[in-house]
């Protein structure tokens, strides 16, 4: 893989609040994404067809274990010309195994993205994510960062979620 994050995803309980609190950290604001990402069925990892307002469409397999703590995702960002075709392809051999649409407002202190997500189906949530060169040497710092921040933004353990929005997706429409 070509890229890594240290990560982590949580639940919000006040949107407005988070919001405020992310612009008075934040070094840029990046704006609003539309998001529409795809899910295919995968035997390992996770493989997504991301649609993006802003940033046009990448394919993205990642590997990434489910957990609370702060962890390491690693990914490569494909870039898709046309994603209506890879979509029926990729639907057509694999499968598709869920489709999330989510409002994404991004933040950037330093190297460290802030999205502000509300999902559709689940609500509010806030991601962030470190982004680094996978360098093992400083990813202890890449965590340091997140931990700070999540401090920052008053991110308490039990607002933390262990799995992605695909997961969450699939538990709401089974429940």
Known sequence: MSRSNIEIKARVADA??????????????????????TYFVTSRGRL??????????????????DGTAPRRSDYALVPIEDPGSVKALLTELLGVHRVV?????IFRVGNVRIHLDRVETLGNFLELEA??????????????????????????????IAT???ALVGEALEG
């Open 16 to 37: 407005t609040a988070l919001r405020a609190r992310a612009m008075e950290l934040a070094t840029e604001a990046v704006g609003v994404d539309r998001q529409v990402d």
């Open 48 to 65: 997504k067809l991301r649609e993006s307002s802003l940033s046009g469409a990448h394919l993205i397999p990642y590997l990434r274990p």
């Open 101 to 105: 649409r989510k409002e994404r407002e």
């Open 131 to 160: 982004v680094f060169d996978g360098d093992a040497a400083v990813e202890e710092g890449e965590h340091r960062k997140v931990r700070e921040l999540m401090a920052a933004l008053g991110v308490q353990p039990t607002d933390l």
């Open 164 to 166: 992605s929005y695909e």
